[in-house]
């Protein structure tokens, strides 16, 4: 997966302080998103990777703003679109240069449209025309745009699809396979109602898109800090070392066929983006098993990825990430992966604790913390990093 094109290696100190940049964008855009952290988490994961996102689930819930807030979070020039059966291609790609026109050129203009979008999201995107389908196939796998006497190379880091279901036509089974990484979601679980309609009470973050008056921050933090990071961590993942966990990952790969998981020989290869994308963002060069959480992404189904999750256990009942520490859980069931969710999560809750107004109390909800952190491990397998968060959690709520 080496690029020699690749910028010259970033430190490892610095990589590590992009993941941790990276994991505090996707944390501020998931803040009052119930139960769509690893949809945010996902489509940075993919953004390092160069891969695409699928995400499927019912009307309602929450999809296209868990990418707008990732995206919004991230900065850089974000299109949006909801396709439809009658949808022009112009809509996407932008309209025919009249001037280029008049001498005989059949060019495009695409500013402000999706060949120029650093990050895009298709609403109902296998509804779109073959016009459109056919010519987003092209920018989806080479990123240039060619149309007409129109070739752009595009600076696309992901492209997020969204539907309410998997296509049944075969003639779109080729374009979906471009999306090599796919979350499915579902209604918010009665039992997190209450946090729901709270969560719905409180302002949006505020977006970085390119073009708005915060758009064009270099500063530490600020949305071109927030691409490069992003950049560089690609950067580092096409050049991540993969050769020691490749035969665990033939292996796995392996068994997701013999359990009837479909995996072709691309999103075999491609897992392999996935897994580099996932060792970055836990601030390494070299991926390990700890990465292998990655791979129920690819199948291509609800049912089959909890299948892939059952059929991988072993081989990913370590697996964690400290950057992505919700997706990492939810797709591996890991102890490890959730020690590092409630570790961060317990970290983030206390910061919020302190900078709180004198009067207001959240303690409650550091109880509950204390409470899930308790239920899930007993104190003797407690992680370090997670016994001092317990510890200082413990402190935070005693009586002063």
Same mark, same amino acid.
Request: proline share 6%.
């Given at each position: 997966?080496?690029?020699?094109?690749?910028?010259? /290696?970033?430190?490892?100190?610095?990589?590590?302080? #992009?993941?941790?940049?990276?994991? =505090?964008?996707?944390?501020?855009?998931?803040?009052?998103?119930?139960?769509?952290?690893?949809?945010?988490?996902?489509?940075?994961?993919?953004?390092?990777?160069?891969?695409?996102?699928?995400?499927?689930?019912? *009307?309602?819930?929450?999809?296209?703003?868990?990418?707008?807030?990732?995206? =919004?979070?991230?900065?850089?020039?974000?299109?949006?679109?909801?396709?439809?059966?009658?949808?022009?291609?112009?809509?996407?790609?932008?309209?025919?240069?009249?001037?280029?026109?008049?001498?005989?050129?059949?060019?495009?203009?695409?500013? =402000?449209?999706?060949?120029?979008?650093?990050?895009?999201?298709?609403?109902?995107?296998?509804?779109?025309?073959?016009?459109?389908?056919?010519?987003?196939?092209?920018?989806?796998?080479?990123?240039?745009?060619?149309?007409?006497?129109?070739?752009?190379?595009?600076?696309?880091?992901?492209?997020? =699809?969204?539907?309410?279901?998997?296509?049944?036509?075969?003639?779109?089974?080729?374009?979906?396979?471009?999306?090599?990484?796919?979350?499915?979601?579902?209604?918010?679980?009665?039992?997190?109602?209450?946090?729901?309609?709270?969560?719905?009470?409180? *302002?949006?973050?505020?977006?970085?898109?390119?073009?708005?008056?915060?758009?064009?921050?270099?500063?530490?933090?600020?949305?071109? #800090?927030?691409?490069?990071?992003?950049?560089?961590?690609?950067?580092?993942?096409?050049?991540?070392?993969?050769?020691?966990?490749?035969?665990?990952?033939?292996?796995?790969?392996?068994?997701?066929?013999?359990?009837?998981?479909?995996?072709?020989?691309?999103?075999?290869?491609?897992?392999?983006?996935?897994?580099?994308?996932?060792?970055?963002?836990?601030?390494?060069?070299?991926?390990?098993?700890?990465?292998?959480?990655?791979? *129920?992404?690819? +199948?291509?189904?609800?049912?089959?990825?909890?299948?892939?999750?059952?059929?991988?256990? #072993?081989?990913?009942?370590?697996? +964690?990430?400290?950057?992505?520490?919700?997706?990492? /859980?939810?797709?591996?069931?890991?102890?490890?992966?959730?020690?590092?969710?409630?570790?961060?999560?317990?970290?983030?809750?206390? +910061?919020?604790?302190?900078?709180?107004?004198?009067?207001?109390?959240?303690?409650?909800?550091?109880?509950?913390?204390?409470?899930? &952190?308790?239920?899930?491990?007993?104190?003797?397998?407690?992680?370090?990093?997670?016994?001092? &968060?317990?510890?200082?959690?413990? +402190?935070?709520?005693? *009586?002063?």
């Amino acid at each position: 997966m080496t690029d020699t094109s690749t910028p010259t /290696e970033a430190p490892p100190a610095v990589l590590r302080q #992009d993941a941790e940049l990276i994991a =505090g964008v996707v944390a501020a855009a998931g803040r009052g998103l119930v139960d769509r952290e690893t949809v945010a988490e996902v489509v940075a994961l993919c953004a390092v990777a160069g891969e695409h996102l699928l995400v499927v689930g019912p *009307p309602g819930t929450a999809k296209s703003e868990a990418v707008r807030r990732v995206a =919004g979070q991230l900065g850089g020039r974000y299109f949006e679109y909801l396709l439809g059966r009658f949808t022009e291609p112009n809509e996407l790609f932008g309209p025919v240069d009249l001037r280029s026109l008049r001498e005989g050129r059949v060019e495009f203009e695409t500013a =402000g449209m999706l060949p120029e979008a650093d990050i895009a999201f298709l609403d109902e995107v296998f509804l779109g025309s073959t016009a459109v389908l056919n010519t987003l196939l092209g920018l989806l796998n080479e990123r240039v745009f060619r149309r007409g006497g129109t070739a752009l190379a595009s600076p696309l880091r992901v492209c997020v =699809g969204a539907a309410n279901h998997l296509p049944e036509d075969p003639a779109l089974a080729a374009f979906a396979d471009r999306f090599l990484a796919r979350v499915f979601v579902d209604p918010v679980a009665d039992a997190r109602l209450e946090e729901l309609l709270e969560a719905g009470r409180r *302002p949006a973050p505020v977006a970085h898109h390119g073009g708005s008056p915060t758009g064009t921050g270099t500063g530490p933090g600020g949305p071109d #800090d927030r691409l490069g990071a992003l950049d560089r961590l690609a950067a580092a993942a096409r050049g991540c070392e993969l050769d020691g966990v490749t035969p665990l990952l033939a292996s796995a790969l392996r068994r997701l066929r013999a359990a009837g998981v479909p995996v072709g020989d691309r999103r075999a290869v491609r897992s392999q983006r996935l897994v580099a994308a996932a060792a970055v963002l836990d601030g390494r060069t070299v991926a390990t098993a700890r990465d292998l959480w990655v791979l *129920p992404l690819v +199948a291509p189904t609800a049912d089959t990825q909890a299948l892939a999750r059952d059929t991988l256990g #072993d081989l990913i009942e370590k697996a +964690a990430n400290r950057s992505l520490t919700h997706a990492a /859980e939810e797709l591996s069931r890991s102890s490890a992966a959730r020690a590092e969710r409630l570790a961060r999560t317990g970290a983030a809750l206390l +910061a919020d604790h302190r900078g709180l107004p004198e009067g207001r109390d959240s303690r409650l909800r550091l109880e509950a913390a204390l409470r899930e &952190i308790d239920a899930g491990f007993a104190p003797a397998d407690l992680p370090a990093a997670l016994a001092g &968060i317990r510890a200082e959690l413990v +402190a935070a709520v005693a *009586p002063s």
